[in-house]
């Protein structure tokens, strides 16, 4: 009922930048919060930065003071600006959103198809 897509993945060099985006579409009702998740090869999956309908923001410890998230509710997107890019960065990263449908009216995570992010000299 809800879909997410992500964009703006990609090969970067250490000390670089990406943006990545996430339009939720589909039958939405409503998004309590948007988020972005990463999981490297042989790791687990864990959460990056997350942002709720009225802003407030949370982020991994290793990824603060680097990665900002902002969103754009009127066009149900969410964005992680991602500056001075570590190789451990790397890792395929995924949107989420804790979202109700129209079709089906309770708050259900859902999740994008993931976009690869590769840091490397």
């Known amino acids: 009922q809800v879909q997410l897509v992500e964009s703006g993945g990609g090969l970067v060099q250490p000390g670089g930048s990406l943006r990545l985006s996430c339009t939720a579409s589909?039958?939405?009702?409503?998004?309590?919060?948007m988020g972005w998740y990463r999981r490297a090869p042989g790791k687990q999956r864990e959460l990056v930065a997350a942002?709720?309908?009225?802003?407030?923001?949370n982020y991994a410890d290793s990824v603060k003071g680097r990665f900002t998230i902002s969103r754009d509710n009127a066009k149900n997107t969410v964005y992680l600006q991602m500056n001075s890019l570590k190789p451990e960065d790397a890792a395929v990263y995924y949107c989420?959103?804790?979202?109700?449908?129209?079709?089906?009216?309770?708050?259900?995570?859902?999740w994008g198809q993931g976009t690869q992010v590769t840091v490397s000299s």
């Open positions: 989420n959103a804790a979202a109700s449908s129209t079709v089906i009216p309770a708050t259900s995570d859902y």
């Open positions: 589909g039958s939405i009702f409503s998004i309590a919060a």
């Open positions: 942002i709720t309908s009225g802003g407030s923001t």
